[in-house]
């Protein structure tokens, strides 16, 4: 489709977060497989427009247009080949999304101006999700966490956000690559936890499980999970558990139980399974297993 598009349209452009321009005479369209496209208004006749939205679904575009350190880190990260090795100063990326029409781009860009001592890059990939770019040089104001701006975006704005926190990079040889790479790990991440933010330290066993061959992940979770792979009571105690790091009283505590009835349950699952999971090691192979458990589909 698109090739036809562009063969009667020659301004045909698919919106993808490599634009470093959003043209303003644009009309913008949804596809079924919800990408977004655009064709100059001046290539479009009224008939034009009304034939598309047949099939393709009238779009608004939001996005914020690029500012100039924006359009920087874009070619920083698309030329990675042609930039020097090196930064002046360190720097990492910040995965961010929202639910769809939840907050304006705008909105949300201002709001997160806000939270750092001066404006930071926004790399937009779509209307609710994109890349903050943070500069060592550009702090968090009153020592803020993004635990702390997750709540005050859902208090003030009622927007339920989600990030993903990446290392610090001195570098900008392959940064294209460590973009790319970046991104699928933070998308990898949300699909084993709900938590809103995530750092890369606590995704790298997502990346891991994720690389198992579903039959794998399968036989793990049997092997390791046995009669209580299904048992969603059981299992989220478990999994409970090992995020409160093997601490009864704390998990009792997030799980509105008795500590009796809390290792009751920790002694059946030993019972059942041989595996004790108050020793760090035994947690681990348990951990992995409840992780490969989460997809039933193969990914």
Same mark, same amino acid.
């Given at each position: 489709?698109?090739?036809?598009?562009?063969?009667?349209?020659?301004?045909?452009? +698919? #919106?993808?977060?490599?634009?470093?321009?959003?043209?303003?005479?644009?009309?913008?369209?949804?596809?079924?497989?919800?990408?977004?496209?655009?064709?100059?208004?001046?290539?479009?006749?009224?008939?034009?427009?009304?034939?598309?939205?047949?099939?393709?679904?009238?779009?608004?575009?939001?996005?914020?247009?690029? =500012?100039?350190?924006?359009?920087?880190?874009?070619?920083?990260?698309? /030329?990675?080949?042609?930039? &020097?090795?090196?930064?002046?100063?360190?720097?990492?990326?910040? #995965?961010?999304? @929202? &639910?769809?029409?939840?907050?304006?781009?705008?909105?949300?860009?201002?709001?997160? #101006?806000?939270? @750092?001592?001066?404006? +930071? &890059?926004?790399?937009?990939?779509?209307?609710?999700?994109?890349?903050?770019?943070?500069?060592?040089?550009?702090?968090?104001?009153?020592?803020?966490?993004?635990?702390?701006?997750?709540?005050?975006?859902?208090?003030?704005?009622?927007?339920? =956000?989600?990030?993903?926190?990446?290392?610090?990079?001195?570098? @900008?040889?392959?940064?294209?690559?460590?973009?790319?790479?970046?991104?699928?790990?933070?998308?990898?991440?949300?699909?084993?936890?709900?938590?809103?933010?995530?750092?890369?330290?606590?995704?790298? &066993? @997502?990346?891991?499980?994720?690389?198992?061959?579903?039959?794998?992940?399968?036989?793990?979770?049997? $092997?390791?999970?046995?009669?209580?792979?299904?048992?969603?009571?059981?299992?989220?105690?478990?999994?409970?558990?090992?995020?409160?790091?093997?601490?009864?009283?704390?998990?009792?505590?997030?799980? #509105?139980? /008795?500590?009796?009835?809390?290792?009751?349950? +920790?002694?059946?699952?030993?019972?059942?399974?041989?595996?004790?999971?108050?020793?760090?090691?035994?947690?681990?192979?348990?951990? +992995?297993?409840? $992780?490969?458990?989460? /997809?039933?589909?193969?990914?």
């Amino acid at each position: 489709m698109y090739k036809m598009l562009k063969n009667f349209f020659p301004t045909f452009l +698919i #919106y993808d977060e490599n634009i470093s321009e959003i043209p303003d005479d644009y009309q913008w369209f949804v596809t079924d497989t919800n990408a977004i496209i655009g064709i100059a208004k001046s290539d479009l006749s009224a008939k034009d427009a009304a034939m598309l939205s047949t099939f393709l679904t009238p779009y608004q575009l939001t996005i914020p247009k690029p =500012t100039d350190l924006e359009k920087l880190w874009k070619n920083r990260i698309h /030329h990675s080949s042609s930039m &020097p090795e090196t930064s002046h100063e360190k720097f990492r990326f910040v #995965y961010f999304s @929202f &639910p769809k029409n939840q907050i304006e781009p705008n909105i949300f860009r201002t709001a997160m #101006y806000e939270f @750092f001592s001066n404006p +930071i &890059p926004i790399l937009w990939e779509n209307e609710q999700e994109g890349i903050l770019i943070e500069q060592q040089g550009v702090q968090l104001e009153d020592s803020l966490t993004y635990d702390q701006i997750v709540d005050t975006l859902m208090s003030d704005l009622y927007v339920k =956000t989600k990030f993903f926190i990446g290392p610090y990079l001195e570098a @900008f040889k392959d940064l294209s690559n460590q973009y790319l790479s970046f991104i699928q790990l933070a998308k990898i991440s949300a699909s084993y936890s709900d938590n809103p933010v995530i750092t890369y330290v606590d995704a790298i &066993p @997502f990346r891991l499980v994720n690389q198992i061959p579903f039959e794998q992940r399968n036989q793990i979770s049997n $092997l390791v999970l046995k009669e209580f792979k299904n048992d969603e009571e059981m299992l989220q105690t478990i999994w409970t558990f090992i995020q409160c790091n093997l601490n009864i009283s704390l998990t009792a505590k997030k799980l #509105y139980m /008795h500590r009796n009835s809390l290792q009751y349950r +920790i002694d059946k699952f030993f019972e059942k399974t041989g595996i004790d999971v108050r020793q760090f090691n035994q947690a681990l192979t348990v951990y +992995i297993a409840l $992780l490969a458990t989460m /997809h039933k589909e193969p990914v």
